[in-house]
């Protein structure tokens, strides 16, 4: 393996980019027509032009991006995260066009794919599964008969669904019928399959997910990233570990995220998802076969190099990690700086960046992809930058996020920073009372009442700003006995047409 094309954009493709080159690999990126100036297209040893800004002719499209390997003489492809990153098809196209795929071979991905097949093959290797069904359900009878039998509240899954796509809660049995229907159809939207299934609904678990390695000798876990503050699926924060685990919990959950990845026969890096319940039972959800948003935490409290091991493991190299070592040290905590204005519901916010300072200082990693000049548009999704720090103790670690937070100025464009700070700043958030309802029961956090001293701070603001924007248009009148240079005169004439 000497030359790997990254098929994604992003910080994620910068972060690629920087693994490889410490791997001694060539990178090559690939970027649409809206990603020509982009920090990874920059970083990157090469750069192809794989479409137009949409990303179902661009990143989406298997065949531009195994033309575009196969034009830089690339020898391996590492899909990063979303996109193409999860589709079976895509690792064997590459596959078929003799390069290296970074990642776990297609039949594992597949497996994971279809929940009801992962379900069964999770209660063959004796990984504990939350209760409930796995095959799909049939008529309504037959739905009415396993629900009875699985109890209420019951939940309604896509066979082909995760991240929370074609899911419905349903408390009682005269709700079944209809869930089942708009479940169904949305998943026949959402997958192309309407296939569904049912489970017992878990009530304000935590979301703990376990990080996997694998190489062609071991299967190793390093250990849980903490996941439960999100909103609408789409996780804000993350944390490694979590105060939720004690060292034997880890180690059970651990074993059995090591058992799944190993009924599939997977390779690479990849992550379990576990529901937590208040009484500290585990359930499998999901397998993500894929390096995910949130892999630093785990970095930072491992002291491992998820992507350079994806890389080395791909190579048919070892891992280079060794099981006695992995004992997490300290504490590390992600904040996802995304365009979203908290102050609109959190819709995705447009703009060129016209400023940015990015925080540093010891324990403090920018995992970004943006830079001053860059345009954010509504072709891709919202995540600008990854802001990690790492610290001994929790609590010195939300101090450290609280600092960082405070140094980092995004200008031109709206991002959710004021709600990591609100976050950061809270009372229950700092004894670690968080289960996945956490952001629906504070709404306060996910968008403040405005104070009438806040919107006074706003005019004030305003208002200077535009006098400091009059005063820089207008010319300054010279002293009568100033020596004023034909240049300078030019130049008044010019600001004054
Ligand atoms: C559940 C659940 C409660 N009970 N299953 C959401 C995403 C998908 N991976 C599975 N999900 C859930 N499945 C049962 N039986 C609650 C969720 C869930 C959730 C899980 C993880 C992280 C955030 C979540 C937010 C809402 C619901």
Known sequence: MRRVLIANRGEIALRIIRACHEEGLEAVAVYSAADRGSAHVRAADRAIAIGPPAPSESYLSIERLIAAAREAGADAVHPGYGFLAERAAFAEAVTVADLTWVGPPAPAIRAMGDKTEARRRMREAGVPVVPGGTAPVGDRAAALAAAAEIGFPLMVKAVAGGGGRGMRVVRDPGALAAALETASSEALKAFGDPAVYIEKFIEKPRHIEIQILADEQRTLHLGERECSIQRRHQKLVEEAPSLALTGDLRRRMGSAAVAAAQAVGYRGAGTCEFLLTQDNSFYFLEMNTRIQVEHPVTELVYGVDLVREQLRIAAGERMRVSAGSLLPRGWAIECRITSEDPATGFLPATGRIEYLRVPGGPGIRWDGGVDVGD?????????????????????????????????????????????????????????????????????????????????????????????YARQSRRPAAPPDDAVVSDWARQARREGLR
């Open 375 to 467: 345009e954010i548009t509504l072709y891709y999704d919202s995540l600008l930058a990854k802001l990690i720090v790492w610290a001994p103790d929790r609590a010195q670690a939300i101090a450290r996020m609280t600092q960082a937070l405070d140094e980092l100025v995004v200008a031109g464009v709206a991002t959710n920073q004021a709600f990591h700070r609100r976050l950061m700043a809270d009372p229950a958030f700092q004894k670690g009372e968080i289960d996945i309802q956490f952001l629906e029961r504070r709404a306060d956090l996910l968008a403040p009442p405005s104070s009438p001293a806040r919107l006074l701070d706003l005019a004030v603001a305003a208002a200077l700003a535009e006098d």
